[in-house]
């Protein structure tokens, strides 16, 4: 695992894009963008976007590992990046993390989230362009994001606005807009696409958590793989039932669900997940782009897309995927929407290559939730 881990620090050669999380306060109120009324909606089902997916990178710096196992990465890729890690002010720092500790409760795995002592309150974000060349020869590139202080008001999942809840916690009636305009409007200084969805009614599918309230608790969706942040400080993943919402570590700040447990306890968690999660063939094999979220050995998130395009088989399958996040060195990752709905937006600018059509069209879908890392901390 070392010697892999220099060889590929070795083929940096991508640009720079690295900062920290300062920038203009959110100045919209979590009661402006949302209202909870009484509703009385089904689940549809999931035919959100077909998400698929790309792979590669190397993390700054992170090399996985737990108690009980430590990752391992393919060592007929390779790929190239580049990354930093800058203060508030622009100036390189030294990290400083609070101990990170990884636990397992039945189906849900947790992590004691890190904090940098010195952030000065940014969530000190680390941008990295991936190259990287799959093992059928295929190269796919995309963008990752790791943040080292992880704290309530930095990170979440964000509904579009104008979304509308229940108060009794039935289905929201979510709305959809483009990433980067839901980003723009909360204040994001990162953000990718989340959560699935209906593509025919726009129905948010799963559980929702945000800013400390339930949104939405969908009982309808079975076994399927969550990330959130709950209220003790733990970055958490795996199969949060309905209960574990309102019960695990007293509830979460942040949660949402995706489609595909793809790595636990630091190894391919993926064939376990396809029988659990009852994940069709062509949903693992599709090449597409793809977005996943996860968290390492130092328990900091790991936030990533990459590019590709459904109609010329374009990205990564669900395996390549998988191997892309244990080369990072991620302990656990859940797989969310992709295809295209995958998108990144850094700094109020798309990034990346969305394909919303499923074509070489570059355009940007609108979807229904974002995981979002905010310019400061914020309340809204």
Not at 178 to 199: E, P, Q, R
Not at 204 to 230: E, K, P, W
Not at 332 to 360: E, F, Q, R
């Amino acid at each position: 695992r070392m010697k892999s881990s220099l060889l590929l620090f070795a083929l940096v050669s991508a640009s720079l894009l690295a900062a920290g999380c300062s920038a203009t306060p959110v100045h919209m109120s979590l009661r402006r963008r949302f209202s909870f009324i009484p509703l009385s909606l089904s689940s549809e089902g999931d035919s959100g976007s077909s998400a698929s997916s790309a792979a590669d990178s190397v993390a700054s710096g992170s090399s996985a590992s737990s108690s009980s196992s430590s990752s391992s990465s393919s060592s007929s890729s390779s790929s190239s990046s580049s990354s930093s890690s800058f203060d508030s002010d622009g100036a390189p720092t030294t990290l400083s993390f609070s101990h990170a500790s990884a636990a397992k409760q039945d189906d849900v795995d947790f992590i004691r989230a890190a904090v940098n002592a010195k952030a000065n309150g940014s969530c000190n974000l680390n941008h990295t362009e991936i190259h990287h060349k799959l093992k059928d020869g295929r190269s796919v590139v995309g963008h990752l994001a790791i943040v080292d202080n992880v704290q309530p008001g930095l990170f979440g999942f964000f509904p579009s606005t104008g979304t509308t809840c229940g108060q009794s916690r039935e289905l929201c009636d979510c709305k959809r807009e483009k990433t980067s305009v839901t980003a723009a409007n909360d204040g994001c200084l990162y953000a990718t696409n989340a959560g699935f969805f209906n593509m025919a009614t726009g129905a948010c599918i799963g559980n929702l958590v945000h800013n400390g309230t339930v949104m939405q608790v969908d009982s309808g969706i079975g076994t399927r793989a969550q990330f959130g942040y709950d209220k003790q400080g733990n970055l958490v993943s795996g199969y949060v039932t309905s209960n574990d919402i309102f019960s695990f570590h007293g509830g979460f700040h942040e949660l949402a669900t995706g489609r595909g447990w793809l790595v636990r306890n630091g190894k391919s968690y993926l064939q376990t997940a396809i029988e659990r999660e009852g994940i069709d063939d062509n949903f693992v094999t599709e090449k597409a782009p793809r977005t996943g979220i996860a968290y390492d050995s130092r328990g900091r998130i790991m936030l990533l897309q990459v590019d590709g395009e459904e109609d010329i088989k374009a990205g990564s399958d669900l395996y390549e995927f998988t191997e892309l996040f244990l080369s990072l060195g991620a302990v656990s990752a859940v797989n969310l929407d992709g295809g295209g709905s995958s998108v990144t937006v850094y700094k109020g600018k798309v990034i990346s290559k969305p394909t919303c059509d499923d074509t070489p069209r570059i355009c940007e879908r609108t979807v229904t939730t974002i995981a979002c890392f905010l310019n400061k901390r914020s309340n809204k």
